[in-house]
């Protein structure tokens, strides 16, 4: 038995021993079968992410296999070169490193460092963009200089919002009002900050009157800069820029004793006042806008347009200057194309850059183009022009340069529109569109058939849904569609389509505009004009048996007044007759004449909604409105029972004898504007969009960019 036990301790002994043995030998041809196999995977199968878990595994099991834990870790570094991962250099650097004694694998990773360094000096530099994130989007807003906090206006208040919170850091904080309702324009380039961060200078209207207030950062009593800014028009014109401490004020007024051919009695200089009060100083650089106060107040950057001939047309291509604050020599910084056009100037906080927004040739007021441009004391460019495009559309102005180098913009998140049809008195809607652009939805008088506009153009769809067809848009080219109130409505025999026409063209060195009421069949023939305005005709409409056709017309534009009227005029032409007086406030929108003919209904300057009689007499009421806008429709139901209109993206529908508003659900949270009824009134038909809503990104990282120029 002992003899038993021996021979079996004796066998276990040399068995483990061997074991030792094999398992030493096994490791060694382990690090070895491994290496292969990662580049097998790597070489032969292409399969780079196996290939690095295998190298890795080598690093990990082998380290002491000094040889194949070298060749695995630069492998790693070519895979991740393969790749296209930055994370490639830093595993080469490891090699370098960790394995200096591997003189081969040494080399090959310092040769792969140096050549990916010139690969990515070529390489061209994308900025990141980030969104901030605000729950209430107020859709406009400037940064501080500090980047910190941005001032905006909303609900005619002026606020200000940390722009990172306790929460998130692109998620902003609690917004704070720093003024009761004051009227403050809700419009970024209102908006401005001192230097210092201590002061914000807004545009607000009083009585009417256009007038400038300044307010500390922190709150209380905003002061009345004490002149007459005397401007109208775009939001270019309103631009204001404080000085370093808040002292001056840099700003574009009208000057009615000059005038530029191209915009009549628009003439804009460019002035500078005490924020507390004193004289104007005009500084003599001809038409000039969008002033900025470089960080130090020494110097202004604005932006400037010279006139050029394309063929018949007079247009102008605007760039970016620069004139010392107190007055002197302007210098040109930028070079834009013929007909595109430099916006919203923004300086580095070191005074070395200056960063614009750049609109290519009729591309309106929308861009993705962000040029920053290099300059020094004098104002002179010094390298060439960084050109980087946006990831989104903005028609904004930017909304500052923060000191760690961070740009704000308001970008536009991506819309979706189409027409929609949904139950007169709710239920599902049904898009019966493609993605468009769409104005205006008009039916056939048998039903089957929705007329519309999509960016201009004229087309139409199948009622249940279909492609769009479009319609030829008559024979004289020189005539557009107006925008807003272009009109679109559709005779009660279906034959032909009623809308404003605009023709634009030079004449005596002038633009001149000629907008008035044209018919074009519904198969885009036979244009003509029916009216011949003074000023503007807009939003027409047809009389219920077709033979005449009401409008807007509006007058005291020399006076910088947009006061409208209703009008008639037979659809054969000739003389028009006034519906209303300026005491009707007729607002500047939609339209409609009533089935049984014997009334037209319109939006009220007083937030209502009314209906005159045709032959003469007092408005009636209709309904109450929250707000009112341009583009917001009204349309009486076919049988004359119902009224409905859009306000503030809903659809509602109400007696028009006057009643408690109901709204029409769609199902949908996408906003309605344009309207209209199909010939049965069973259902309503609509334009809606989502999206288009501009947010405050920051862009990030762009300034390799800036040093090597890209043109």
């Avoid at 483990?16 to 990662?38: P, R, V, Y």
């Avoid at 007044?561 to 300026?582: H, K, L, M, P, Y």
Wanted: proline fraction near 7%; charged fraction near 25%; charge should be neutral.
């Amino acid at each position: 038995m002992k003899n038993t036990k021996k021979i079996l301790f004796t066998f276990f002994v040399s068995a483990f021993s061997l074991l030792l043995i094999s398992n030493t030998a096994s490791s060694q041809q382990t690090a070895g079968e491994l290496f292969e196999k990662a580049l097998y995977m790597e070489e032969a199968k292409g399969d780079l992410q196996t290939a690095i878990d295998l190298y890795q595994k080598i690093l990990k099991r082998f380290p002491e296999n000094r040889e194949v834990a070298a060749k695995a870790q630069l492998h790693i570094g070519i895979c991740y070169e393969k790749l296209g991962l930055k994370e490639a250099q830093k595993a080469f650097q490891k090699v370098i490193d960790n394995f200096p004694e591997r003189q081969e694998e040494v080399a090959i990773a310092k040769e792969r460092i140096a050549a990916l360094s010139r690969a990515l000096e070529k390489a061209p530099h994308k900025p990141t963009f980030r969104k901030i994130r605000i729950p209430a989007n107020p859709g406009n807003g400037v940064l501080s200089a500090d980047g910190k906090r941005l001032a905006f206006t909303s609900e005619e208040r002026l606020w200000v919002i940390p722009v990172a919170g306790n929460v998130e850091p692109d998620l902003a904080g609690e917004p704070v009002t720093l003024t009761e309702p004051i009227e403050a324009w809700n419009m970024s380039s209102s908006l401005a900050w001192s230097a210092d961060g201590k002061w914000i200078a807004f545009n607000a209207e009083k009585d009417d009157e256009d007038i400038v207030y300044v307010i500390s950062s922190e709150g209380g009593d905003p002061f009345r800069v004490p002149f007459k800014p005397n401007r109208q028009g775009h939001p270019y014109f309103f631009r204001l820029s404080l000085s370093t401490e808040g002292k001056m004020l840099t700003f574009s007024g009208r000057d009615e004793d000059k005038k530029d051919f191209m915009r009549d009695t628009e003439y804009y200089f460019l002035g500078t006042i005490p924020a507390g009060g004193g004289a104007i100083n005009k500084l003599d650089i001809g038409h000039a806008e969008q002033p900025a106060f470089s960080p130090d107040g020494k110097m202004i950057a604005f932006v400037k347009g010279y006139p050029f001939k394309d063929g018949e047309k007079l247009r102008k291509t605007y760039n970016v200057w620069i004139i010392p604050a107190s007055g002197g020599k302007s210098v040109q910084i930028s070079d834009c194309s013929p007909g595109s056009r430099a916006r919203s100037p923004v300086w580095s906080p070191d005074g070395k850059m200056i960063a614009f927004i750049h609109e290519k040739p009729d591309d309106g007021n929308w861009s993705k183009d962000l040029w920053i441009v290099s300059v020094i004391d004098q104002g002179k460019p010094v390298a060439p022009i960084a050109k980087i495009e946006l990831p989104l559309m903005t028609s904004h102005f930017i909304a500052g340069w923060t000191p760690d180098n961070k740009i704000g913009l308001h970008l536009m998140n991506p819309e979706h529109n189409a027409v929609y049809t949904v139950p007169a008195f709710g239920g599902k809607a049904v898009q019966v569109s493609p993605l468009c652009q769409p104005e205006n939805p008009r039916w056939l008088p048998d039903g089957k058939t929705i007329f519309f506009l999509d960016s201009g153009k004229l087309v139409s769809v199948p009622a249940g849904g279909g492609e769009m067809t479009k319609i030829p848009f008559g024979t004289d080219k020189n005539i557009f569609e107006s925008m807003p109130g272009g009109g679109n409505d559709i005779s009660p025999d279906g034959t032909k389509i009623v809308f404003s026409g605009a023709k634009s063209f030079v004449k005596d060195n002038k633009r001149e505009w000629e907008v008035d009421i044209c018919l074009i069949s519904t198969e885009g023939k036979d244009l003509t004009r029916i009216t011949k305005s003074p000023t503007q005709d807009r939003f027409p409409c047809w009389s219920p048996d077709g033979k005449q056709v009401a409008f807007i017309r509006v007058h005291g534009l020399e006076k910088g007044e947009w006061i409208s009227n209703i009008f008639v005029v037979s659809a054969e032409g000739g003389e028009i007759r006034q519906i209303t007086s300026d005491e009707d406030q007729v607002c500047w929108s939609c339209i409609d004449w009533s089935p049984n003919g014997k009334s037209i209904a319109y939006f009220s300057e007083d937030k209502t909604i009314k209906a005159i009689p045709v032959e003469g007499g007092k408005p009636r009421f209709i309904a109450k409105v929250d707000k009112l806008y341009r583009h917001y429709e009204l349309a009486w139901s076919p049988d004359g029972k119902q009224f409905a209109y859009t306000c503030e993206g809903k659809i509602w529908i109400v007696p028009p004898d006057g009643g408690e508003p109901v709204e029409v659900k769609t199902g949908m949270s996408a906003r309605a504007s344009k309207i209209g009824w199909s010939p049965d009134g069973k259902k309503i038909a609509f334009s809606h969009w989502t999206g288009g809503d501009h947010e405050l990104w920051l862009m990030e990282n762009f300034l390799p960019l800036v040093k090597k120029g890209t043109q």
